[in-house]
């Protein structure tokens, strides 16, 4: 028999009474109005141009001395309900006798509009990756150095996804 489908997938591995007050507040459909509070407004880049300025910005200010970032986009074909809110690719190619590298950041078109502090802890998350390939500790103190309040973002950003989840509508617009 398989196990039960855990009621938030989304927060997995978090505290137990952290898990009874969100599932709490996601029954009285209060989950969009916390975050509403907590993050009034969505960023301004719609654009993967601008998605690129941003990430190049980040790491230019932080991983000053790591790979260099070919392409960030935004990408329509991320499946946020698979729990992947970004992905970090790289990939080799031999060009003339040479060995060169391409490293992509793709993130899920639903982070177009949502607060820049959703999409500044994805965007580090996907940098991250740029040194630390595995999500072991010394990946998540890199990405607490470029943003300290990074799980916090991260455990508001799985919020959202919950709210989402249980038929909430998303919650910043044009």
């Known amino acids: 028999m398989l196990p039960a489908p855990h009621p938030l997938p989304y927060l997995q ?6 898990l009874a007050q969100v599932a ?3 029954d009285g459909d209060g989950l969009g109005g916390l975050l509403l509070r907590r993050y009034p407004q969505a960023h301004a880049m719609r654009d993967d141009k601008s ?12 991983l000053r001395h790591a790979a260099p970032v070919n392409k960030v ?3 329509s074909k991320i499946h946020v309900m698979r729990h992947a809110l970004g992905l970090h690719t790289a990939s080799a190619r031999v060009q003339g006798g040479r060995l060169s590298a391409r490293h992509e950041i793709r993130v899920a078109s639903m982070f177009k509009r ?13 940098l991250a990756h740029l040194r630390e390939k595995d999500h072991g500790k010394a990946f ?4 607490e150095s470029m943003e300290p309040r990074y ?5 508001d950003t799985r ?5 989402l989840e249980r038929g909430g509508e998303p919650l910043w617009r044009d």
């Open 24 to 26: 709490a507040l996601a």
């Open 140 to 143: 998540y103190q890199l990405c």
């Open 151 to 155: 799980h916090q973002y991260e455990f």
């Open 114 to 126: 949502v607060p820049e502090e959703f999409l500044r802890m994805i965007v580090v998350h996907e």
């Open 13 to 18: 591995g978090y505290p137990e009474p952290l």
């Open 73 to 75: 986009v935004f990408d």
């Open 159 to 163: 919020v959202y996804l919950t709210h």
């Open 51 to 62: 998605l690129y300025r941003y990430a190049a910005e980040l790491k230019a200010r932080h």
